[in-house]
């Protein structure tokens, strides 16, 4: 058998392609081992041919797992049909006349060195956001299905929050109610230092101009938005929507999705982001000392920009098994370039890497999908 042939099959074995995508490869490799006749033209290689089927599926998962979190996020009632059982519960809004309800808490925030921020919300989105005022405030707005307004408002979740009341902490968990769906805008000082979690099952995560010695999030079913967000560590993982970041720094950040792309501009000295179907394109702000950033994603691309290259050192190690690699990023000393099967290995670092005091590792994989790596312009 030969070694592309065992490749095809290694990959089936370990699950990282489908049947009938292996089907597809095998046959591809025996058409292009086929002779060419006397006067046609040359086969092609038959691993271009598997390379672009494979980063073909890439791109269809990645726009049918982006389609699927969008639904989610947006409360389309037509998707729910086609939703697993788990998701069948989700407040969908829109047969029948719906009721909302706003009610807001203000109050003065205690004295503590870091301020405990813990929401957890089962049936809508959580947005917390730094503002210039001393004081913190929550705005809660409730969300159901009927046509009798005083019978829903029996209904409402009971926040339990003292209009007014000094507050040492934010900890707030809403529960799943049915029909119900609460959405909650956090409102805090952002001078003060905070400690934040906050975790959504069906809605989305914002957290904006905001400082924290530490930052945890989880999603089920929505998005992930970053901006202006400075913390020491930043975590998180994320099942179904994508995952945005916007002018974060930080000493470590680490997250996952299953399902959902990452869109990232990030500055720290060690970034892990990894995705099952989805691309990741990353922004490097700038080069601080020593930074390390692994990239991984199962079925997608993966782009990251890096800033204007002065007096930093960059080492890549780049591998796809189905896909292409690109890097334009100046006077690269490339260490290692080998095909291997569908894909590629490639490694390599700058010119006087070891030289340098300001440095980025850089460690990128897809397995169907491509790599590009460029520069800005400054």
């Given amino acids: 058998m030969r070694e592309e042939q065992r490749t095809v099959l290694r990959l089936l074995e370990e699950g990282k392609i489908t049947a009938q995508e292996a089907e597809a490869m095998l046959k591809a490799l025996l058409d292009g081992s086929e002779p060419a006749e006397r006067g046609s033209k040359p086969q092609t290689d038959p691993w271009v041919r598997v390379e672009k089927m494979g980063e073909d599926f890439a791109s269809k998962v990645e726009v049918a797992a982006e389609r699927f979190s969008r639904s989610i996020e947006h409360n389309l009632g037509d998707k729910l049909s086609k939703l697993p059982k788990v998701l069948a519960r989700l407040p969908f809004i829109g047969q029948g006349e719906s009721q909302e309800f706003t009610s807001v ?63 040492e902490d934010f900890r707030l968990t809403v529960p799943n109610l049915g029909d119900l769906s609460v959405t909650l805008n956090l409102l805090v000082p952002k001078e003060r230092m905070y400690e934040a979690k906050l975790q959504a099952q069906n809605g989305s995560l914002r957290i904006e101009n905001l400082k924290a010695c530490k930052v945890t999030t989880g999603t089920v079913n929505g998005s992930t938005k970053l901006y202006s967000l400075e913390a020491d560590t930043i975590s998180g993982e994320g099942g ?125 994989s897809s397995t169907s999908g491509s790599i590009v790596i460029s520069t800005r312009e400054s």
């Fill in 240 to 364: 179904n929507g994508p995952c945005e970041m916007k002018d974060v720094r930080a000493r470590l950040i680490k997250h996952s999705l299953g399902n959902g792309s990452y869109r990232a501009l990030v500055s720290a000295a060690k970034v892990d982001l990894v995705t099952t179907n989805g691309s990741l394109n990353v922004s490097v702000l700038d080069v601080p000392g020593r930074a390390d950033y692994k990239l991984r994603t199962t079925n997608g691309a993966i782009n990251v920009s890096l800033p204007p290259q002065t007096d930093w050192g960059l080492s890549l190690e780049l591998r796809t098994s189905v896909g292409r690699i690109s890097t334009d990023v100046g006077s690269l000393e490339i260490t290692g370039q080998e095909r291997q099967a569908g894909g590629w290995l490639l490694t390599g670092h700058s010119i006087d890497y070891a030289d340098k005091h300001d440095r980025l590792d850089l460690d990128a």
């Fill in 105 to 167: 808490v203000r109050g003065k925030v205690g004295a503590g060195e870091f301020v405990p921020i813990e929401i957890s919300n089962a049936n809508g989105s959580i947005q917390v956001q730094g503002w210039e005022e001393d004081d913190y405030q929550l705005t809660v707005i409730q969300r159901l299905r009927g046509d009798d307004r005083e019978l829903a408002s029996s209904r409402l979740f009971a926040l339990g929050w003292e209009d007014g009341a000094e507050r």
